[in-house]
T-cell receptor
Framework: KQEVTQIPAALSVPEGENLVLNCSFTDSAIYNLQWFRQDPGKGLTSLLLIQSSQREQTSGRLNASLDKSSGRSTLYIAASQPGDSATYLCALGESNTGKLIFGQGTTLQVKP | GAGVSQSPSNKVTEKGKDVELRCDPISGHTALYWYRQSLGQGLEFLIYFQGNSAPDKSGLPSDRFSAERTGGSVSTLTIQRTQQEDSAVYLC????????????FGPGTRLTVL
């Protein structure tokens, strides 16, 4: 059974820092991997989608990498801002159905 | 265009009552997913619809849970004889296709069972 782990569970950094959020998974037979952000009391916003054949994706200050062989993905946030404060969720797509298996999330606080 | 919408945003019910939660996906999206987010369990997959195919119900926690999707668009998640452990945020997502497509989530329905 696929298990998804996100470390750390919580992170607090000063504004302007570059930071890395980690996601690990136990079964490398994945279809794709998505990173989401969730603001308190809100739904999920998709940040980046990496297909299983890809190594990384970039959007603005965000860069996500995927290493299936080691069962790891990282989300890199450059020059963090207070508006980046949210919970970040990693989710694996196991098959072509698209249903996702989520990690528990990393709650990020960026202090001004 | 409009995103995924869900109603109601909040629902408080008494134990034993039935509830219906509604999801309006993005127009043209053929795939629709229901997930549940609770404090103890995180985000869990419940059910998946793709076009006219039979739904994948593998994530439904018990036979008190059911869902339907009418006309390939709006979906309703029904929970019968609600229990306190059903209290959670129920999230709906849709995507253009299955598999490799980005999923777009609605704001969720917060269900509280007293």
């Amino acid at each position: 059974k696929q298990e998804v782990t996100q470390i750390p569970a919580a992170l607090s950094v000063p504004e302007g820092e570059n930071l890395v959020l980690n996601c690990s998974f136990t079964d490398s037979a994945i279809y794709n991997l998505q990173w989401f952000r969730q603001d308190p009391g809100k739904g999920l916003t998709s940040l980046l989608l990496i297909q299983s054949s890809q190594r990384e994706q970039t959007s603005g200050r965000l860069n996500a990498s995927l290493d299936k062989s080691s069962g790891r993905s990282t989300l890199y946030i450059a020059a963090s801002q207070p508006g980046d404060s949210a919970t970040y969720l990693c989710a694996l797509g196991e098959s072509n159905t698209g249903k996702l298996i989520f990690g528990q999330g990393t709650t990020l606080q960026v202090k001004p | 265009g409009a995103g995924v919408s869900q109603s109601p945003s909040n629902k408080v019910t008494e134990k034993g009552k039935d509830v219906e939660l509604r999801c309006d996906p993005i127009s043209g999206h053929t795939a629709l997913y229901w997930y549940r987010q609770s404090l103890g369990q995180g985000l869990e997959f419940l059910i998946y619809f793709q076009g006219n195919s039979a739904p994948d119900k593998s994530g439904l926690p018990s036979d008190r849970f059911s869902a339907e999707r009418t006309g390939g668009s709006v979906s309703t998640l029904t929970i019968q004889r609600t229990q306190q452990e059903d209290s959670a945020v129920y999230l709906c997502a849709s995507s253009l296709g299955a598999g490799g497509s980005t999923q777009y989530f609605g704001p969720g329905t917060r269900l509280t069972v007293l």
